[in-house]
């Protein structure tokens, strides 16, 4: 019976009722050992996929961490954007300003809403954007907003 899963299980069932096997001791080995070798198939799938989730998971938190520290370049600021006070890079200090931007992310990032804006026209040198000054009332804080899955 070699190439026989326990999906066959129900065919072989209905076969050996068929044929007045279904209590035969000897089939009854056999189902038990189609059935094991299921649970171990379904086991091992289960663990692929999730071991395929997890590496996405990486890849994807990954990506989102380079693009996190461009950001923090771009706005002139640490990866944590000051908000850990235990950060060995800027000791909760390193908030958007904190040292000079990086001039081409800041255009990549920021400068297509700064033309937006009509703070950075369409034509100008991108190589001499102004870096807009921050509002009186602009207190630097990173704000969230709590979204429901609602």
Sequence with gaps: MTGKSSKDLPNMTALAEQMGLSDSPRFQVLKQILQMQNQNSDSEDRANRAR??????????????????????????????GEYRRCEICAGQGRS??????????????????????????????????????PENCSGDVHYKEVSDE
Excluded: H, S, V
């Design 52 to 81: 395929r989730k997890r590496a996405q998971e990486q890849r994807a938190f990954a990506l989102l961490q380079e693009r996190n520290r461009e950001f923090a370049a771009a706005c002139g600021a640490c990866p944590c954007f």
């Design 97 to 134: 300003g904190w040292q000079a931007p990086d001039e081409e992310l800041f255009l990549e990032y920021i400068g297509p809403t700064l033309k937006m804006l009509g703070i950075l026209g369409p034509n100008d040198d991108q190589n001499q954007a102004p870096i807009p000054d921050i």
